[in-house]
């Protein structure tokens, strides 16, 4: 099979789908790679790289996503890129079509096979190539609200750690799940004040066993949010239903009654959001303020870190990504379900039922079961 990887267009997003060592797994196995001409280079895998690998370098997008028969990236394809995907060829990226009309449109217009990383599963029933980059996003979630905390950023002035005889920094990280673990950890090494909300107790028993009672765990209800977000000086939404839109936990009159100079960081922003004033930004213009309070919402935070990111993404996706090369996509599928789960969009069918929930009556969509679509 031939692979392409073109180069991340969305800004600041310096990932890339294949590293040099990933294309070198797949040319072993008797697959072509190719590459569009400096696609890794801003994060230090060079086109002579690639080229020691194994792989075709390619100069423009267009030529990648013609060679090709699968397409292998990071981010969801833009508009343009979309546009490139023809009937038959294997689409393999993060999607996130739940709270994106138009993507999600241009890919059922496109006959493509479109297998979404957020969506695939595995035997625990976890999302194992979403959960490097929500540990990287969890991580940071930390770093940029203490960042933003600080006076000249817009924040109150406040430090997390605070200092012997100042109270430390309060954070609240709504959801317990990866992402929120992976907050709860770097805020704690700071020496923050921190509350994590979560609807399953069992997952809150686990959480008090991995913190050692360092950090408050609390059932999450509306009034709980509301209580603990109007006295925290962080916040992170870290709140995940696989595949579909985020929920709205934070409403505006929850944000009003924040403290000023407070900090949102919205890590569902991928998913539209879990707070009622977000909207995506970017790494080149990451926060805006609404009732003196900052807002961080960049939609692919963990390209803040893209070499780090794109080594420990490339971990979790090349075993199914060789799957699909080495058998092609229906039978890799067919072979396991929980690479069927990543199925979005196939022949112009959409085969994940939240996304048929979130936009079938918008872009009058009908479900379809991945394996029957398959079939088709």
Request: hydrophobic share 45%; aromatic share 4%; proline share 4%.
């Amino acid at each position: 099979m031939i692979i392409g990887v073109p180069k991340e267009i969305k800004n600041h997003e310096y990932r890339v789908g294949l590293t040099p060592a990933a294309v070198q797994e797949f040319v072993a196995h008797g697959h072509s790679v190719h590459v569009e001409t400096n696609a890794g280079t801003a994060i230090g895998f060079t086109d002579d790289m690639y080229v020691s690998a194994g792989a075709t370098m390619l100069n423009t997008a267009q030529e990648v996503f013609a060679s090709a028969e699968m397409i292998v990236k990071v981010k969801e394809p833009q508009e343009n890129e979309c546009k490139m995907l023809r009937a038959g060829q294997i689409l393999y990226t993060y999607l996130h079509l739940a709270p994106d009309p138009r993507q999600t449109e241009l890919l059922v217009a496109s006959g493509a096979t479109c297998i979404a990383y957020e969506t695939v599963t595995d035997n625990k029933g976890t999302l194992p190539l979403l959960a490097p980059m929500s540990e990287v996003a969890g991580r940071m979630s930390i770093q940029a609200g203490a960042h933003y905390l600080e006076k000249a950023h817009g924040g109150s002035g406040t430090l997390l750690g605070g200092v012997p005889g100042v109270a430390p920094g309060k954070v609240l990280i709504i959801g317990g799940g990866v992402v929120g673990t992976q907050a709860a950890k770097m805020a704690v090494g700071l020496g923050a004040d921190v509350t994590i909300l979560d609807r399953s107790l069992p997952r809150l028993r686990e959480l008090d066993d991995i913190f050692l009672g360092r950090v408050h765990t609390v059932y999450s209800t509306s009034d709980a949010i509301e209580h603990y977000s109007s006295r925290a000086d962080l916040v992170v939404g870290a709140v995940l239903i696989p595949g579909a839109a985020a929920p709205k936990l934070l409403n505006a009159q929850h944000i009003k009654a924040m403290k000023p100079g407070s900090v949102l960081v919205d890590v569902a922003i991928d998913q539209g959001g879990c707070f009622e004033t977000s909207r995506a930004t970017t790494h080149q213009d990451p926060v805006y303020i609404i009732d003196d309070v900052v807002h961080y919402c960049v939609a692919n935070m963990p390209g803040g870190v893209a070499r780090t990111s794109t080594m420990a993404l490339n971990n979790a996706t090349l075993p199914f990504g060789l799957a699909l090369a080495n058998k092609g996509a229906k039978q890799a599928m067919l072979d396991d379900k929980n690479l069927l789960n990543g199925l979005n969009v196939h022949k112009g069918l959409v085969t994940y039922k939240a996304v048929v929930d979130a936009l079938g009556a918008q872009l009058n969509l009908e479900y379809c079961d991945a394996a029957e679509a398959l079939s088709r």
